[in-house]
């Protein structure tokens, strides 16, 4: 019944941001317990979370990234954003939004983000 769908653009050039936005249906982004979370998977390589927004609006960051990431919300449009700013190659990658509520886990189906000039 949750579905989430990630969005934007699928070609970013070095040295900008990236910016994703995830749409959520069939869950309210404030509803307590709710934490939205950002993950990536680089080719070849394992999952690394990027960081979540909890239902209160706080956020947490990995450690690895925080220094470039901000994770946000629009509560009117049911939505959840990444921005990933000074991109290199390195973080081409797909992208996932997913939910967390409990011992529930829910994906979306993730979007393919290419750093190239």
């Known amino acids: 019944q949750v579905q989430l769908q990630e969005s934007g653009p699928g070609l970013v050039k070095p040295s900008q941001t990236l910016s994703l936005t995830c749409t959520v249906s069939g869950a309210t982004i404030t509803t307590n317990y709710n934490y939205w979370t950002w993950i990536r998977q680089p080719p070849g390589k394992g999952l690394e979370r990027i960081g979540s927004i909890g239902y209160s609006g706080s956020t947490y960051y990995s450690p690895s990234l925080e220094s470039r990431t901000s994770i946000s919300r629009d509560t009117s449009k049911n939505q959840f954003t990444l921005q990933l700013s000074s991109v290199t190659p390195e973080d081409t990658a797909v992208y996932y939004c997913?939910?967390?509520?409990?011992?529930?886990?829910?994906w979306g189906q993730g979007t393919q983000v290419t750093v190239s000039s």
């Open positions: 997913a939910r967390s509520y409990y011992n529930n886990f829910d």
